[in-house]
């Protein structure tokens, strides 16, 4: 029998949603459900944040094998809201970097009646080796897989840009930066081909782009790039997943690929700019693009509470029914 693959491990044999390690293929029903559950949760800074138990008596898990703020605490949050407990272990990559130990470390947590755990790793595979290997009852979330997946983040960045341009069919959308290292750019561009948008963009000098991307457009020439685009998606230079040497020459990437105000006016003038964070202000993105009127930055971490929140909903009632 062929090994299953993170897509196929995920659904459970009713095609429901039991793990959350791609968006690669992810059904259209779920991904429309988990966008529409993640709206319903949604609470701009200000506004009394929504609170249930819904999850009383679940125990949730993150595991960073990898630095986060963002998505570390939105998780921590978005749990917390829905009424479950959380455990926060942030581990050192030199003490448990291979896929036996990481294993372990879950075996021993779930011994503690762990029944979800969130998990970010350099590697590549291992959620989906963790999913296949972890008892039923338990849910891996992926947040955040080498360069290969970040469904989350693919998650609160179409809930983002649906608020703002529902008409995925017709948008034009620009990923700008260090595509061969994002994991972002790769569950957006998941995201994207689901929901319908077919004219995406990627942007990149040479060492940036991707060689496992080919159905989208690839250009190193950012202004004829993001012209009429309706979408712009910046990225930071991954400089964790690169050898050294293999760095293009800053001042010249800055020069050419930086979004900055006139460069911005070359989009539609009512084109979103986005950004996962964090951001390295003044080389990919400067402030004055970063905080104007066209950031939806802010934005886009807001949402990633309600989209975790629908996520673990979604996994967690799973087994409460
Ligand atoms: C991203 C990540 O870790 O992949 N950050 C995030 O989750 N918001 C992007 C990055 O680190 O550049």
Redesign the pocket.
């Known amino acids: 029998m062929s090994t299953p693959t993170p897509e196929q491990l995920q659904l459970d044999a009713q095609q429901q949603l039991r793990h959350l390690l791609t968006l690669e293929n992810l059904p259209p029903q779920i991904l429309h459900a988990l966008l529409d559950r993640a709206q319903s949760c949604v609470r701009r800074p200000g506004e009394p944040v929504v609170m249930s138990d819904t999850l009383r008596g679940k125990t949730i898990a993150n595991l960073f094998f990898e630095a ?1 703020t ?2 570390r605490v939105s998780f921590e949050l978005a749990a917390r809201r829905l009424g479950a407990e959380v455990v926060n272990l942030d581990l050192d990559l030199s003490s448990a970097s291979k896929g036996e130990t990481v294993l372990d470390t879950l075996e021993t947590l779930a011994a503690m009646n762990i029944d979800a755990f969130v998990v970010r790793h350099r590697d590549d595979g291992i959620q989906a080796m963790l999913a296949s290997r972890m008892a039923p009852h338990i849910a891996i979330i992926n947040a ?1 897989e080498s360069h290969l997946n ?1 469904p989350t ?1 693919g998650l609160l960045d179409a809930l983002t840009i649906r608020q703002h341009k529902p008409d995925f069919e017709n948008l034009k959308v620009a990923i700008v930066g260090d595509i061969r290292h994002s ?2 750019a790769r569950s957006a561009i998941h995201a994207l081909r689901i929901l319908g948008t077919n004219d995406i963009r990627l942007i990149a000098p040479e060492e940036f782009q991707p060689h496992d991307l080919q159905d989208c457009t690839i250009t190193d020439d950012m202004p004829k790039g993001i012209r009429d685009c309706d979408v712009i998606m910046m ?2 230079v ?1 400089k964790e997943r690169i050898a050294s040497g293999g760095l293009p020459d800053m001042d010249a990437y800055v020069r050419k690929y930086r979004l900055d105000a006139a460069m911005l006016a070359r989009a539609r003038n009512d084109a979103i700019v986005m950004h ?3 951001m390295n202000r003044g080389i990919e993105i400067s402030n004055e693009v970063a905080d104007g009127p066209q950031s939806v930055i802010r934005q886009q971490v807001n949402n990633g509470v309600a989209i975790r929140m629908a996520v673990i909903e979604t996994l967690l009632g799973r087994n409460m029914k």
Request: glycine fraction near 14%.
């Open positions: 986060s963002r998505t955040g970040h983040q994991r972002v990225l930071r991954q996962p964070g964090p």
